[in-house]
């Protein structure tokens, strides 16, 4: 049978084991931490250069339309006045998809009106 002395230096022993190891896995713990946060970081920075990259093919893009669109509008009173027969003119030649929008239209805008009128 082991002497006292012998039994406490073999728990001291054993607990200056177990401390290393804690101090070894503690290290590796703050090494994997340090790791994560520095490949977060750098995947911030990659996903703010990939934000900043789609605003400004956004806003360009948006631009294009605009400028499309601004393009098509009349802007003097002839083209205006060409552009409104040109409608009626299409009107008159097919008036049933019109008719129909417009009925589609009426019964919204008075459905609307109605629910509406019921919330007071």
Avoid: C, Y
Avoid at 38 to 54: D, I, R
């Amino acid at each position: 049978m082991p002497s006292k002395d012998d039994a406490i230096a073999g728990a001291q022993d054993a607990l200056n084991t177990a401390g290393a190891v804690v101090v070894e896995k503690a290290a590796e713990a703050k090494q994997a931490a340090i790791d994560t946060g520095h490949a977060l970081a750098a995947g911030a920075g990659e996903l703010k250069a990939n934000v900043a990259h789609t605003a400004v093919v956004a806003k360009d893009a948006a631009a294009e339309a605009l400028t499309a669109v601004n393009d098509r509008l009349p802007h003097t009173a002839d083209e205006w006045e060409a552009a409104g027969r040109s409608l009626l003119d299409n009107i008159r030649r097919n008036p049933t998809p019109w008719a129909a929008g417009a009925a589609v239209f009426l019964v919204g805008w008075l459905l609307g009106r109605s629910s509406a009128g019921s919330k007071k």
